[in-house]
């Protein structure tokens, strides 16, 4: 059997029902931009393997990073116990997150980031001796990921539904808009004694559709939660690293959040690593003689010695003046193409933010993430030798910063000749 015949008989996928699932393809190597299938076909990887792979595949300057802390230190427990690829990388990130974040707390991916946030909020208030402050604060059509407490904080959708009655309550609201912002801080005025949290996706909701807001609006939303004792959860770990222009989403803010959720990008996409970032406020709320005020939180990799150090390169290379350059020239050719096929009739709209550029297809069914247009799409790329996985009848372009003018040329021709042809 071939590695797609091997696989179908053993493997479970994410996010794919498996009756009548289209074939899996069958990677076996990574270039670049490119990935290699079993006949040697190469594919432009566009959407950073699920946003991760921000410098391209098989990167060899990571790569010799990892290689060298594999033969020094390969794991330790971090309770009790420290090294030196975590302190570094602590010390590296803090400085460079907008406002004062003063600690990091090591995970192991994007869900449980966001779920150490929500109890480092939820035990900040019983730490303070309030327990009236145990709903949260959330925009309706967020993912925050699939964890409880991560789907409990994200709207809710078909990757909430058969655990809805399961989840806690939130208090969900629109983006903010220059129609709705008063009433969304009325709302938020009449709920302050009840909140422990606000917790947003700066900039861009990225499962929930790439929809994408202005950093005005959502300032004025964290400067009235932050004025009513609400903590602000900035969920970086879709839009930071790059993704939105600036290093992270939430430099275009004037206002700063309390909390930083991090991942994907963190590592360049060689292995899974989350960090939750809290400035000193929350931090002081849990030193105390009293144990019991203690956070009690882990994962057997937490602060894993190859993930830091995987991390370390990678943020070396994102900080490199040409790494910066190139995402300014991938957000000029996005704007280029976006003005360029604007009009067309199957177009029903276009956005776009530093790297990233979503188009909505006009269809005749559901305009959601089951939309039956999806599969066409997706297949139709494919065979044009380009990896884009639209959202429903949303195609996005989320591609590594090494990609090419030439690379996007081509990307952007097949999309053009998709709205034709589909």
Not at 71 to 92: D, M, S, Y
Not at 262 to 288: D, H, Q, W, Y
Not at 364 to 392: A, C
Request: aromatic content about 10%; proline content about 4%; hydrophobic content about 40%.
């Amino acid at each position: 059997m071939n590695l797609q015949e091997r696989d179908k008989k053993v493997i479970w996928h994410p996010y794919t029902q498996m009756k009548g699932a289209l074939p899996q393809l069958p990677i076996v190597e990574g270039r670049g931009v490119y990935l290699i299938d079993e006949e040697g076909k190469r594919y432009i990887d566009a959407v950073s393997s699920w946003w991760v792979n921000i410098h391209g595949h098989a990167n060899a300057r990571i790569a010799a990073k990892v290689s060298e802390q594999l033969l020094k230190l390969e794991h330790v427990i971090f309770a009790g116990f420290t090294h030196e690829p975590a302190v570094l990388l602590a010390e590296q990130l803090l400085p460079l997150l907008p406002g004062r974040q003063e600690k990091v707390f090591y995970s192991d991916n994007g869900s449980t980031a966001v779920e150490v946030a929500l109890k480092m909020t939820f035990q900040y208030w019983r730490n303070l001796g309030n327990t009236s402050r145990k709903k949260v604060l959330a925009f309706r059509d967020a993912y925050h990921g699939d964890t409880f407490g991560a789907m409990s904080v994200s709207g809710r959708s078909i990757f909430t539904d058969p655990f809805n009655e399961l989840l806690f309550d939130v208090e969900f609201i629109d983006l903010p808009c220059a129609e709705n912002i008063e009433d969304l801080k009325s709302r938020i005025l009449s709920l302050k004694s009840q909140l422990a949290c606000f917790i947003f996706e700066p900039l861009i909701l990225g499962a929930g559709g790439m929809q994408m807001y202005e950093a005005k609006y959502l300032d004025k939303l964290i400067k009235i939660c932050q004025e009513s004792e609400i903590l602000c959860i900035a969920d970086e770990v879709m839009t930071g690293f790059g993704r939105t222009g600036t290093y992270f989403a939430s430099e275009q803010l004037n206002e700063k959040p309390d909390l930083f959720c991090l991942s994907k990008g963190l590592t360049g996409g060689t292995m899974p690593l989350g960090v939750t970032t809290c400035n000193s406020k929350i931090f002081e709320a849990f030193l105390s003689d009293d144990k019991l005020k203690t956070l009690y939180h882990g994962h057997s990799f937490t602060a894993n010695p190859v993930a830091c150090a995987a991390s370390l390169a990678s943020l070396a290379i994102l900080l490199e003046p040409q790494t910066l350059a190139n995402i300014k020239r991938i957000e000029a050719q996005h704007s280029l193409f976006m003005n360029k096929i604007a009009g067309h009739a199957k177009v029903k709209t276009i956005r776009h933010t530093g790297t990233i550029i979503a188009i909505e297809w006009q269809t005749e069914d559901s305009t959601s993430y089951l939309s039956s247009l999806r599969d066409n799409l997706y297949t139709y790329f494919l065979n044009k030798g380009i990896v884009l996985r639209p959202l429903g009848n949303i195609v996005y372009i989320l591609p590594p910063y090494i990609i090419t003018n030439e690379e996007l040329a081509y990307i952007y021709s097949t999309i053009s000749q998709a709205l034709d042809d589909l």
